[in-house]
């Protein structure tokens, strides 16, 4: 499938929204309520504030993801789960529950590498 079916295809839509190695991860971040990058950064120490930065603008970009920016000294930033990212909760579940089954069948299978 092309890049042509986005906006078209809801698969090809929906990889395109979540493209990123990080995108599911920083949206389970946000699950419970907005959070500040710095703290987003220290909740995931392997992702760069180079990384982390373009990932929430390209979530936010899609409107996923809301940063809300207080006119404050020092400068305060959160992000938050837009209303479409609210939307995406139940799914962040799905995958959780399937991630579990995915352990614990590695488990059973005396897989713990990565191919």
Not at 14 to 35: C, F, Y
Request: aromatic share 8%; charged share 25%.
């Amino acid at each position: 499938m092309s890049q042509d079916l986005f906006g078209i295809c809801p698969y090809v839509t929906a990889q395109q929204v979540l493209r990123g190695k990080w995108s599911i991860v920083v949206l389970h971040q946000l699950e419970d309520g907005p959070v500040r990058f710095n703290e987003l950064q220290r909740r995931l120490p392997d992702m760069t504030h180079a990384t982390l930065a373009k990932q929430l603008r390209s979530l936010e970009g899609y409107g996923v993801v809301v940063r809300t920016e207080y006119p404050q000294v020092p400068p305060k930033v959160e992000y938050a789960l837009s209303p479409l990212g609210q939307e995406f909760r139940p799914v962040l579940a799905q995958f959780e529950a399937w991630g579990q089954r995915c352990i614990e069948h590695l488990k059973e299978s005396g897989e713990t590498k990565r191919p």
